[in-house]
């Protein structure tokens, strides 16, 4: 498996990103900062993940591989995957970088495979069911980047924050 996939996520102040499947707190300048950054790219993401975008369908201008036990799902668009060994089959070959979108799960598995990541910090805490590990206090990632404090069109606080895997 490739060693250098980004995750990319939007955490509030408990490392929360979601509940009932939808995004804590939709920033609309992350979600544009987000669609800069994979265009022409792979995203992975897990089935539940995919299903929250627009009519459920993958995002345009980028390779969508879903990561799903269900051997059963389809998605047109959507490149499917059922465990690691696929995923890896799939995109070791290919030259675009691959980011790590979500959810919970998908984060949790691909985590040692990431060699960076870029979070985007809610300066709030909301009541979340789905968590990132805590960047700040995990063994082997260094902080190397942390932007201003920010207010966003929906009136949310945030910066940017930047890992790698040392």
């Known amino acids: 498996m490739r060693n ?3 995750l990319i996520a939007a955490v509030d102040k408990n490392w929360g990103i979601g509940r009932d499947n939808k995004l804590l707190k939709p920033i609309p300048e992350d979600l544009k900062r987000f669609s800069e950054l994979t265009r022409g790219n792979i995203i992975i993401v897990g089935r539940k993940t995919l299903e929250t975008f627009r009519d459920k369908k993958p995002l345009p201008d980028r390779i969508n591989v879903v990561l799903t ?3 059963n799902y389809t998605c047109e668009g959507a490149v499917i995957v059922h465990d690691l060994e696929e995923l890896s089959n799939y995109i070791d070959c290919m030259a675009a970088q691959a ?12 985590l040692p495979y990431c060699s960076k990541a870029l979070i985007t910090r809610i300066d709030e805490a909301y009541e979340a069911d789905t968590y990132l590990v805590n960047l700040d206090e995990t063994f082997g990632f260094k902080k190397t980047f942390e932007g201003e404090w920010q207010e966003s069109k929906a009136g949310v606080r945030f910066k940017y924050v930047d890992y790698v895997r040392v």
């Open 4 to 6: 250098n996939m980004i």
């Open 69 to 71: 036990r269900d051997r």
């Open 99 to 110: 980011f790590v979108a979500g959810g919970e799960s998908i984060y949790k598995l691909l």
